[in-house]
């Protein structure tokens, strides 16, 4: 189920209360999200390796060297050559059947976007919650992840990518939320850098461990603020939250490249997807799309 957004709303509010600056809130006007087109879901291995025509001419992204950023604002994951997204592990045959099964489930879903059903084809959900979950691991649910967290349900992972890219290849990417670390992972499938802001230390510091086996040299980790964004790396051609405030902070609408996108789960008891294009300096364009639920968007750090 989805709410259409008003004609016109002022949106977001000040964030005076956590940047010390007071602004004008934009005014939002009304938008439609381009559908991808419609393609058959490739093998993780194909999308890994950039075979294979995807919707709009784009080719799935293998991680790479990013641009190092300064040393004192980030957590180099690895500093060698691209390696495997995936190492190898012995029970790796049974869980890519059932992931699989996870990826085709999305994809009857409604998510049509192949490199985004590739992403989440490629990264093994059960290495990223408890090993006491690991029989939940490919269910379409959120599962718990500590410190009153969750990881998000396959199914809006893809979504919000999906909306995300919009059938574009993507450059640098902004997370506010990395949790357990999954959707930073999958991140790195589809975009050329990947920068992830993580509040709570304790989670910050479990994407990590969770991260540790991977071969990922595009992805950033950042403990902090996320509402005030990540300016020293900014602007960013996509932001995506993974946690629910009564509006996006202004801080991360100014963070976005001219023609960027933003996704986010907006509003308290009842929440939606809210989609934000910058189309100028001072302009937005805001859409809202269906319904979801996710924990609270929290200032600080903790």
Same mark, same amino acid.
Request: proline share 8%.
């Given at each position: 189920?989805?709410?259409?957004?008003?004609?016109?709303?002022?949106?977001?509010?000040?964030?005076?209360?956590?940047?010390?600056?007071?602004?004008?809130?934009?005014?939002?006007?009304?938008?439609?999200?381009?559908? #991808?087109?419609?393609?058959?879901?490739?093998?993780?291995?194909?999308?890994?390796?950039?075979?294979? $025509?995807?919707?709009?001419?784009?080719? $799935?992204?293998?991680?790479?060297?990013?641009?190092? #950023?300064?040393?004192?604002?980030?957590? *180099? =994951?690895?500093? *060698?050559? #691209?390696?495997?997204?995936?190492?190898?592990?012995?029970?790796?045959?049974?869980?890519?059947?059932?992931?699989?099964?996870?990826?085709?489930?999305?994809?009857?879903?409604?998510?049509?976007?192949?490199?985004?059903?590739?992403? =989440?084809?490629?990264?093994?959900? !059960?290495?990223?919650?408890?090993?006491?979950?690991?029989?939940?691991?490919?269910?379409? $649910?959120?599962?718990?992840?500590?410190?009153?967290?969750?990881?998000?349900?396959?199914?809006?992972?893809?979504?919000?990518?999906?909306?995300?890219?919009?059938?574009?290849?993507?450059?640098?990417? =902004? %997370?506010?939320?990395?949790?357990?670390?999954?959707?930073?992972?999958?991140?790195?499938?589809?975009?050329? %850098?990947?920068?992830?802001?993580?509040?709570?230390?304790? =989670?910050?510091?479990?994407?990590?461990?969770?991260?540790? !086996?991977?071969?990922?040299?595009?992805?950033?980790?950042?403990?902090?603020? @996320?509402?005030?964004?990540?300016?020293?790396?900014?602007?960013?051609?996509?932001?995506?939250?993974?946690?629910?405030?009564?509006?996006?902070?202004?801080?991360?609408?100014?963070?976005?490249?001219? @023609?960027?996108?933003?996704?986010?789960?907006?509003?308290?008891?009842?929440?939606?997807?809210?989609?934000?294009?910058?189309?100028?300096?001072? %302009?937005?364009?805001?859409?809202?799309?269906?319904?979801? !639920?996710?924990?609270?968007?929290?200032?600080?750090?903790?």
């Amino acid at each position: 189920m989805s709410d259409k957004p008003d004609k016109r709303s002022t949106f977001p509010l000040p964030l005076s209360s956590v940047t010390g600056d007071a602004r004008k809130s934009p005014a939002f006007a009304p938008a439609r999200v381009a559908k #991808p087109q419609v393609a058959t879901p490739q093998t993780a291995t194909r999308n890994a390796a950039g075979n294979g $025509a995807q919707p709009n001419g784009a080719k $799935a992204y293998v991680p790479r060297v990013a641009a190092s #950023p300064s040393k004192s604002h980030s957590d *180099a =994951l690895l500093r *060698a050559q #691209p390696l495997p997204l995936v190492a190898p592990r012995p029970d790796m045959g049974v869980s890519d059947a059932i992931r699989r099964a996870m990826v085709a489930r999305v994809a009857r879903q409604g998510v049509k976007d192949t490199v985004v059903l590739g992403a =989440l084809e490629t990264v093994q959900r !059960h290495r990223f919650i408890e090993p006491a979950l690991s029989a939940q691991a490919y269910i379409d $649910a959120s599962l718990p992840i500590g410190h009153n967290q969750t990881i998000s349900r396959p199914y809006i992972v893809a979504r919000m990518l999906e909306v995300l890219r919009n059938g574009a290849s993507l450059n640098r990417v =902004l %997370e506010i939320g990395t949790g357990c670390g999954y959707q930073a992972a999958v991140l790195s499938c589809i975009a050329k %850098e990947v920068y992830s802001v993580e509040r709570i230390r304790q =989670l910050h510091e479990l994407a990590k461990t969770n991260l540790r !086996h991977l071969r990922i040299v595009n992805l950033r980790l950042h403990y902090g603020d @996320g509402m005030l964004g990540l300016p020293q790396a900014a602007p960013f051609d996509g932001i995506i939250l993974a946690a629910a405030g009564l509006e996006v902070p202004q801080a991360l609408l100014e963070q976005l490249n001219v @023609g960027g996108r933003l996704v986010a789960p907006v509003g308290a008891q009842v929440q939606h997807l809210q989609l934000i294009t910058r189309t100028g300096k001072a %302009e937005w364009m805001s859409e809202t799309l269906e319904g979801c !639920h996710f924990v609270p968007l929290r200032p600080g750090t903790v």
